[in-house]
């Protein structure tokens, strides 16, 4: 008899789960089981996530993973598939729902806010239609990627928690196949999307009063996301007040992700409605892709055949979402308010996309003209010149020193100087020259920022290449590290 590890007490299993969802009723998931898989490999934890829940990583073994976030065994509680519809493309899809995914369980983290473990990959469900329930390895690998460098980055982001080898083949179009099947535990503020209400306004369309449900939830999410707002007892009153309160609040926090994914030269690549958090957090990362140059045409899903969702089109494409979103909220909040709560996106936006970039720059306390000036200059910069736009961020972190202060030519001097070069560099001198030395350390420290390395598409294939073929995950493990440096 060979020994086995002591299971009894899992860590993950011992947190205090609070049935924030469940306690909503039936009518917004379906209890699911997780599918049983013949293999269980763990190819990533997510050790930072743990210390978040208050867990000493020491303490939880990678069998334990396996067992909760694999096995999904003695949880005791159950796995909720979510019940949504959404925007696809422009037209309304009311056949979605968590097809390949559950809400595992709801935990507090040490910061006092209440987290989802929401699984991909983890079997059929009422909402599957023809799909298989599977997550691809490689799109389990893509989405610890995306989120970690977007953590990175400082971007209001999900995590990867746990990304488990399953053992099945898969049979994708998108992927040479049979390709390899995993299971993730994603770590985010809410599973509540966008679409969770455009399915209550569907449903009342149809002639049920699902007011009381939109009501119901949305009260859950102020309360639980949105703790600054006070509720009252009379509808009305929140419909004129905590309401427009939550829905101003949320299109501030959209605005401020879209500017963050910009800095960052994200492309999410698919902003249906349903992958819209009612929190405002990124998350749900598929065809994604980090920019390899500005260009604001960049696509990143290959069936995104007119640039819906390209990278420049973020910005006006979740300010739609937002004006959706209107009609089924305009159940029970003051639409006159919502529209008028809408004409402070596009500042707000600006507002944050330019701070973001001056941060990425190593500046967070320039005045407004200034900024503006500064951000407007680089982003010419990368239209003009034919930049690589994670590389240098990059370099500037690397190479930025106090003596860029007393002499701009030593400002990237290797780069080839053309015009829109020298303007850049006089424009970053100015800034610096009446810096001391102090200031200038807290601007090489405010470059941090910068990843070293960032994702881009043949980055992510250079790591893909060894695990296919030889099973080797050295070079993604070391790819993560640099990222996270
Ligand atoms: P996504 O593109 O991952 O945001 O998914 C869009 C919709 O398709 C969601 O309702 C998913 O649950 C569903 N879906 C995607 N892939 C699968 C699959 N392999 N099996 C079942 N449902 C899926
Ligand atoms: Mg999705």
Redesign the pocket.
């Known amino acids: 008899m060979s020994a086995t590890p002591d299971r009894r007490v899992n860590p993950i299993l011992e947190l205090a789960y609070e049935p924030n969802i469940a306690d909503l009723g039936d009518e917004y998931y379906d209890p699911v089981p997780a599918a049983d898989f013949p293999k269980h490999l763990l190819r990533f934890r997510n050790d930072e996530v743990l210390a978040k829940l208050g867990l000493d990583p020491t303490k939880v073994s990678d069998e334990q993973f396996v067992d909760a976030f694999g096995r999904f065994a003695g949880f005791g509680h159950p796995f909720l598939a979510m019940r949504?519809h959404g925007y696809?493309f422009g037209s309304y899809n009311n056949m979605?729902?968590?097809?390949?995914?559950f809400l595992a369980g709801q935990v507090r983290g040490t910061d006092g806010e209440l987290y989802d473990f929401g699984t991909?990959?983890s079997g059929?469900?009422p909402?599957?239609?023809?799909?298989?329930?599977?997550?691809t390895l490689k799109g389990g690998v893509r989405e610890i990627l995306a989120s970690e460098t977007l953590h990175r980055m400082g971007v209001r982001t999900s995590r990867t928690l746990s990304i488990i080898e399953t053992g099945e083949e898969l049979w994708r179009g998108d992927e040479p196949s049979p390709t390899r099947s995993s299971v993730m535990v994603r770590f985010s503020r809410s599973h509540v999307r966008f679409g969770t209400f455009e399915r209550l306004h569907y449903l009342k369309m149809t002639g049920r009063d699902t007011t009381p449900l939109v009501a119901r939830l949305l009260d859950r999410v102020i309360s639980t996301y949105y703790p600054e707002i006070e509720l009252s007892p009379d509808p009305q009153a929140n419909a004129d007040t905590a309401y427009v309160e939550f829905y101003t609040d949320l299109v501030k926090r959209t605005a401020a992700l879209a500017a963050q994914w910009m800095a960052a030269g994200f492309c999410h690549a698919?902003l249906?409605t349903?992958?819209m958090s009612i929190t405002g957090e990124s998350f749900?990362y598929?065809p994604f892709a980090f920019i390899e140059t500005y260009d604001r045409q960049f696509t990143a899903a290959y069936f995104d055949y007119s640039g819906r969702y390209s990278y420049g089109n973020q910005p006006g494409i979740c300010k739609l979402n937002l004006e959706m979103l209107q009609t089924p909220l305009g159940m029970v909040v003051d639409r006159e308010a919502m529209k008028s709560a809408m004409e402070s996106y596009d500042e707000a936006f600006f507002a944050a996309y330019e701070f973001e970039m001056a941060r990425k720059l190593g500046f967070t306390d320039l005045d407004a003209e200034t900024r503006r000036n500064l951000v407007k200059t680089t982003v010419s910069l990368f239209e003009t010149y034919e930049l690589r736009y994670p590389d240098f961020f990059a370099q500037l972190r690397r190479e930025f020193s106090s003596a860029w202060r007393d002499d701009a030519a030593r400002i990237f001097p290797d780069a080839e100087p053309p015009e829109v070069l020298n303007e850049w560099r006089e424009v970053y001198h100015h800034l610096l020259q009446t810096r001391s030395d102090e200031e200038l350390g807290a601007i090489a420290e405010t470059l941090n920022i910068n990843p070293l390395v960032v994702p881009i598409r043949p980055e992510i294939e250079a790591i893909w290449e060894p695990i296919t073929e030889r099973d080797d995950w050295e070079p993604f493990y070391e790819l993560l590290d640099r990222i996270r440096a």
Do not use: A
């Not at 979605?96 to 995914?101: F, K």
């Not at 909402?127 to 997550?135: A, F, I, K, N």
């Open positions: 949504y696809q979605l729902g968590d097809g390949r995914g991909k990959g059929k469900t909402h599957s239609r023809g799909g298989d329930g599977r997550l698919v249906n349903d992958n749900d598929g």
